[in-house]
């Protein structure tokens, strides 16, 4: 029998990720998943459930130093999928750019778009050729779509994301593997909060089959669940 494949999910504690992580158990995949602290999170659970398919690693992707370490802890393993699920919203949904203060602006840059590319960059040497290459991009990160405002540290992190996964992907260009930035959905998380209109239930297998499905598939695309082009 082949052996499974694997797919690294970094920020599989809580939230879509640990949810991510349990839809690819279910479809017979291994996952490795990374958490910040703790030992009693939705992925230790997960885990427990499933002895020997699920490794749990430490990582704050806002530190250069933790990601150097997981890049030795992995060394030898193949990653069918490298997907950074990782993310952080912004306090104040209200907050006009102008009056955002310095330091939430880095926090929230640093964690949604300079964090997940130091990740892909350092580990994307994992990925085979018919792997694939993602991250938790948001709909809030499309300019084209960007008619309300709000969230506006939020959206520009996101965007800034999508900027730079396009600035890899070119840079990659000779060599194109299956890329995507997805935009879930509202959904109710920590994150979404209590007045998302979706489900983790009704919107993560979507995003975990439409991530099976375009494993292989060369280049990037911004995609919603349902496998909808985004508008960049
Ligand atoms: N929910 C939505 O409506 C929605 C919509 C569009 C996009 N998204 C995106 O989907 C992703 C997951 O969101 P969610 O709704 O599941 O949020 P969530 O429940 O708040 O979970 C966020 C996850 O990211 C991890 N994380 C945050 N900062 C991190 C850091 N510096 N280093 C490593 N891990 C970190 C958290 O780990 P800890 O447990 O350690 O905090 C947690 O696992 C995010 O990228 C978010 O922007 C969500």
């Known amino acids: 029998m082949p052996s499974a494949a694997t797919i690294l999910i970094v920020g599989a504690s809580r939230g879509l990720g640990a949810a991510m992580a349990a ?41 250069p130093d933790q990601i150097a370490t997981l890049r030795q802890r ?65 709909g809030q990160g499309s300019i084209a779509n960007n008619e309300t405002g709000m969230r506006e540290v939020y959206r520009g992190s996101k965007a800034a994301l999508n900027m730079f996964m396009r600035s890899f992907a070119a840079r990659e260009a000779a060599h194109p593997r299956a890329m995507l930035v997805l935009a879930p959905g509202w959904i109710r998380t920590d994150l979404g909060g209590p007045d998302a209109p979706f489900t983790i239930e009704e919107s993560v297998p979507l995003l975990v089959d439409l991530l099976i499905a375009k494993r292989g598939v060369p280049g990037l695309q911004y995609l919603d669940r349902f496998g909808q082009v985004v508008p960049w």
Request: with cysteine; net charge negative; glycine share 12%.
């Open 74 to 138: 992995l060394a030898g393993k193949v990653l069918e999928i490298l997907f950074v699920n990782a993310g952080t919203t912004t306090h104040d949904q209200h907050a006009r750019i102008g009056d955002v203060a310095t330091e939430e602006f880095v926090r929230v840059m640093v964690t949604n778009a300079l964090g997940p590319m130091r990740v892909i960059e350092a580990l994307q040497d994992l990925v085979p050729a018919d792997g694939l290459i993602g991250a938790m991009s948001s």
């Open 23 to 63: 839809g690819f158990l279910g479809r017979g995949w291994n996952v490795i998943g990374t958490v910040r602290a703790g030992s009693c999170t939705v992925l230790h659970e997960l885990a427990e459930k499933h002895p020997g398919r699920v490794e749990i690693e430490t990582l704050d992707i806002d530190a």
